[in-house]
């Protein structure tokens, strides 16, 4: 029995190249001046467009859509690349929430951790925010109630600032939200409060060891461990309202502080015998601290000293690895992925995409799996991302880059499918600078196009689409769409995704005649690319995929 055997599509021919674009990112919106995708030049998108019905069209990219719980829940990379590469739908990391609740056994199962609880302390770690992309506010309450109940007396939290997923200056009302929390515990006789923080992106959620602050992304967990930061205050609302007064100051680049008492002395540093839970469930950008907590022989940056501590995952972050080995909720399963079946049926796959996405492409899209499923049929292409600055600064980002080696990948005839991530309206867009993510995204059209005219050369396939949206809106809106002022009457620029739909184009001159959308998957979503792309490689997708987005009309 061979349970990889996909059956071939009884109309489509196999032996196409396909281009896999996926721009990261980029929904669907009204025009206006803070739809970036509208006022950036984008022929190419624009082009593509004009092929609605048949060969464009809308497909859902948050939500219920991707598996996240409510509708209210805006899309982002890891759920919308999961959903794009297993062509299924599956409950995720957000959900754990439902799990706690269902799951009164989960302190026993964490024992590793309350054991800790008699003669240490609990250190809680990870971002700040009610985003739901990493973390999520009403979970880490949850945490703290069961933890506190289960016989923790003395609680630390450090806390990472967002700004990415929810507003710049949100920042605040969190701390005094989470500091409202922690009187409440300490009302209850237990030592609670916050000892650390600093801003999401200069400290300790760094991903595929980008590095973007030359270096300075291990100074959370080197301050936590020394007590020391560059900044000291008396507690942590302080803190965030102080640094917000620098000038240019964001949530997300909050240099590292520590919370004093009145000596001058750090709170609570990680000492041997302390329990430490990460309470992110997301896993890029937890994986170098998971590291860094759980291996003795981690070389990344010097923790020194490096404390004998019980350490516990939200969730477990790498299958692979099997990082961290404790963990409070299990990971969806995310098995059967089409890399995986295209592998098994002969597909050769190049992938590629600049440090800051590229395990969007691979580890995401392989269901939260590192590495090739088939070294002999796959190659993935890292290409550096910039580091010390901001994205804002450069939006063009590696555009070019990524386009060329796509296009020399497509002309070599050596893959059948060429898979990338286009990150630029994305990553520029959670900057808030709206002029920098229209460049950004001119950018990506170009970029666009570059791959394009190569499958043209080749007589094959495109498959365009998104991960879910960004630079389309850059402001925060009331119920009926109009931009919202602060108290202060600066326009609330939106710096997170969105819960637009994002578009999918299909075309080439290698697209079999009568190809098009179906008109009777009207709710489709991400998770139906896969089925889709599978039909173009010449197969039928296994049958508990979501359903394929195209048919064969005859002609
Ligand atoms: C980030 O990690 O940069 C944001 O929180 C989410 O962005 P992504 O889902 O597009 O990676
Ligand atoms: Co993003």
Known sequence: QNTWKLEDHPKLPKGK?????????????????????????????????????EKWRLIRAHGTAVGLPTE??????????????????????????????????????????????????????????????????????????????????????????????????????????????????????????????????????????????NHKCDSLVLCKLLGEAPHKFRNAVEAVKKLREHPNANDQYFQPFVVVDENGKAVDPIVDGDAVVTFNFRADRMVMLARALEYHDFDKFDRVPFPKIHYAGMLQYDGELKLPSHYLVSPPEIERTSGEYLVHNGVRTFACSETVKFGHVTFFWNGNRSGYFS???????????????????????????????????????????????????????????????????????????????????????????????????????????????????????????????????????????GVRFRKDVPDGGLANVAATVMNLHGFVAPSDYEPTLIEVADN
């Open 375 to 513: 070294p002999d049929m796959e190659e993935y292409v890292e290409i550096s991302s910039d580091v010390g600055v901001t994205f804002n600064v450069q939006p063009k980002m590696k555009a070019v880059e990524i386009a060329e080696k796509a296009r020399d990948a497509i002309l070599s005839y050596k893959f059948d499918q060429v898979r990338v991530n286009l990150q630029k309206g994305d990553m520029v867009g959670h900057t808030g600078d709206i002029q920098a993510t229209i460049v950004a995204c001119k950018a990506a059209d170009e970029a666009v196009k570059m791959i394009l005219d190569a499958i043209e050369q080749v007589g094959g396939i495109y498959v365009v689409t998104a991960d879910h949206g960004n630079a389309e809106d850059m402001v925060k809106r009331n119920k009926s769409g109009q931009p919202l002022y602060d108290k202060s009457g600066n326009l609330q620029i939106l710096t997170s995704h969105t819960c637009q739909p994002v578009p999918i184009a299909i075309g080439g001159s290698g697209l079999a005649p």
């Open 72 to 213: 209210d829940d805006m899309g982002n990379s890891e759920v919308g690349h999961n959903a794009l590469g297993a062509g299924r739908i599956f409950a995720q990391g957000s959900d754990a929430l439902i799990l706690f609740q269902e799951n009164c056994a989960l302190w026993r199962r964490i024992k590793y951790i309350s054991e800790c609880f008699k003669n240490g302390t609990l250190h809680l770690i990870g971002l700040l925010s009610d985003g739901g992309v990493h973390s999520r506010l009403d979970q880490l309450q949850l945490l703290l109630k069961g933890a506190s109940e289960h016989g923790a007396k003395k609680i630390r939290v450090h806390i990472l600032t967002d700004e990415r997923d929810v507003l710049d200056g949100s920042s605040v009302g969190f701390v005094e939200t989470l500091e409202n929390d922690l009187a409440k515990l300490r009302e209850k006789g237990i030592d609670a409060q916050i000892a650390s923080g600093g801003g999401r992106m200069y400290v300790t959620m760094d991903r595929y060891e980008h590095r973007l602050m």
């Open 17 to 53: 190249t396909i281009a896999l674009v996926v721009l990261d990112g980029w929904g669907e919106n009204k025009p206006d001046q803070y739809n970036c995708i509208h006022v950036a030049d984008t022929p190419t998108m624009d082009s593509l467009k004009q092929g609605a019905p």
